[in-house]
């Protein structure tokens, strides 16, 4: 089916206009509509499968409900708007893809079998069979999907939003023993940044907190600031068991020099990593879900002018506080994320 595809996209097939290119003299007719075979217009490959009769009412039926453009447009770009469609539907974006060669294949059986056998193409056939054909192919990839014996039933499944999500329990983990964690995060806002983070023992208790307004920046600007200052803290006041922790992927793997940092926080970066070495500090990334404290710390920063500090667990600001008793009470949070498009559908509604 892709090779008879391929070469009717390089004209490559013996129709009669081919034929005659060649000097071979063929009475002009059409072997592909229904009804007489004789005409005056000699068959040529947009009107085999894109113009003529038979080709019109395959496309209408079968790429009409997907409002896949083809209407008056050549066979290219037939296949084109097909294989081109925009849709989150993994199913309706599969059979896009594999429809176009089986309905060239049809109607490529129908006009051989009229020219050749003289049998007469039907509509019903024509589409029976690729109603079959594509039905088989759909099941074998997507196998736990429902999909009835009717096209329109393949339709209903493609029509529907097919949203897969996974969700996985996380929780913010209490450092060991004689150690203290430092949670950081930024947050940016129409070009305006700032940072937040909190330093808690190994029970979950409140140490210290902090927030404070950059002002314009970028949120790695916001992250590593955020991260400095909390490290800081802690070797100006004699914690050197610290595990710090962030939700920025990208900060922690510069820090761990696995990663080239981008130049507007190298300099942040490399103070970072004097600190680490220094003091003997371990930096990791945990997900922003389990990091929920210091992300809204960071978010009231946006409301604050310079450095706010938090010496005391009564003067966290109300939801704050919230948070980390949910933190030391280790009730775990949910990470949803979409998943992207596979073979498999699991029971589409």
């Not at 806002?189 to 940072?195: L, M, V």
């Amino acid at each position: 089916m892709s090779f008879l595809t391929w070469r009717a996209i390089q004209d490559r097939l013996s129709i009669d206009s081919k034929v005659a290119s060649l000097g071979i003299s063929i009475e002009p007719g059409c072997y592909c509509c229904e009804g007489d075979i004789t005409g005056n217009t000699r068959e040529n490959i947009d009107h085999l499968f894109a113009y003529g009769g038979l080709a019109k009412k395959i496309w209408s039926f079968f790429v009409g409900p997907l409002s896949i453009n083809y209407r008056n447009i050549s066979f290219k770009l037939i296949l084109l708007n097909s294989w081109n469609l925009k849709t989150s539907n993994p199913i309706a974006a599969f059979v896009s893809k594999i429809i176009p060669p089986i309905i060239c294949w049809e109607i490529w059986k129908s006009r051989c079998s009229s020219k050749h056998e003289a049998i007469k193409p039907t509509i019903y056939v024509t589409k029976s069979n690729i109603l079959f054909s594509t039905l088989q192919i759909t099941r074998n990839k997507f196998t736990k999907a429902r999909i009835g014996n009717s096209w329109s039933s393949l339709c209903r499944a493609m029509e529907n939003a097919v949203n897969q999500k996974s969700a996985i329990s996380v929780r913010w983990i209490k450092p060991p023993s004689m150690m203290a964690k430092l949670n950081s995060d930024g947050s940016s806002k129409d070009g305006q940044c700032g940072g937040g983070g909190l330093i808690r023992d190994n029970q979950g208790n409140f140490i210290f907190a902090y927030s404070f307004n950059l002002g314009q920046g970028t949120s790695n600007m916001a992250e590593a600031s955020a991260l400095l200052y909390g490290l800081k803290w802690c070797a100006n006041n004699g914690i050197n068991l610290v595990w710090g922790e962030t939700d920025s992927l990208l900060l922690v793997k510069c820090i761990k020099r696995e990663w080239k940092p981008p130049w507007k926080i190298a300099k942040e970066i490399q103070q970072i990593q004097n600190l680490v070495e220094e003091n003997g500090f371990n930096i990791s990334h945990w997900f922003r879900e389990a990091n929920k404290p210091a992300d809204k710390l960071a978010s009231f920063s946006h409301s604050t002018n310079g450095i706010q500090v938090f010496n005391s667990f009564s003067v966290v600001p109300r939801s704050v506080r919230g948070l980390i008793n949910l933190d030391k009470w280790n009730l775990p949070s949910f990470r949803i994320r979409p998943v992207k498009p596979s073979l498999l559908v699991y029971d589409p509604p």
